[in-house]
T-cell receptor, first 109, second 115 residues
């Protein structure tokens, strides 16, 4: 059974600092990995999708890397802003989408 | 931008009552998923449809939960009877790709509170 772990569970940083969010998974036989953002009480918004053949994906201030062989992905958010405050979820797709519990980020103005 | 529609957004129901949630995926998306997310945890898959067929319902508590997607478009998830432990966010998602290369698009969810 695929297990997805996200560390840390919570993170608080001052505005302008770079964010580093970690995701690890136990079974490397995945098709893709997706990072989502979730605001309190809301649904999930897709941020980045990385195929298993790719090493990284970038969108604006967001960059996600994937090391499938070691079962790790990292989401980098550059120059954080208060609007980046949310929970960030990592999900891997093998035969179904399995989620980590998320990292809750607070960016202090 | 195309969205996955869900209703209602919020639902409060008494224990032992029946409750139903509706989801309309993005047009053309053959794969539809229902997830349950307990506060502070990641979403967990309840059921997956490919067109109108159930592909995976191994985590669906079938004694009280049922799901259908009769014409392969919109879907309904039902709970009867509801229990206190069913309080959670119920999320619907859809995916276009049949070759497992595509990403998922999620709806805004239905927040269920059982009292």
């Amino acid at each position: 059974k695929q297990e997805v772990t996200q560390i840390p569970a919570a993170l608080s940083v001052p505005e302008g600092e770079n964010l580093v969010l970690n995701c690890s998974f136990t079974d490397s036989a995945i098709y893709n990995l997706q990072w989502f953002r979730q605001d309190p009480g809301k649904g999930l918004t897709s941020l980045l999708l990385i195929q298993s053949s790719q090493r990284e994906q970038t969108s604006g201030r967001l960059n996600a890397s994937l090391d499938k062989s070691s079962g790790r992905s990292t989401l980098y958010i550059a120059a954080s802003q208060p609007g980046d405050s949310a929970t960030y979820l990592c999900a891997v797709f093998d035969y179904k989408l399995s989620f980590g519990a998320g990292t809750t980020v607070t960016v202090r103005a | 931008e195309a969205e996955v529609a869900q209703s209602p957004r919020y639902k409060i129901t008494e224990k032992s009552q029946a409750v139903a949630f509706w989801c309309d995926p993005i047009s053309g998306h053959a794969t539809l998923y229902w997830y349950r997310q307990i506060l502070g945890q990641g979403p967990e898959l309840l059921v997956q449809f490919q067109d109108e067929s159930v592909v995976d319902d191994s985590q669906l508590p079938k004694d009280r939960f049922s799901a259908e997607r009769l014409k392969g478009v919109d879907s309904t998830l039902k709970i009867q009877p509801a229990e206190l432990g069913d309080s959670a966010m119920y999320l619907c998602a859809s995916s276009l790709a049949r070759d497992r290369s595509g990403g998922y698009t999620f709806g805004s969810g239905t927040r269920l509170t059982v009292v």
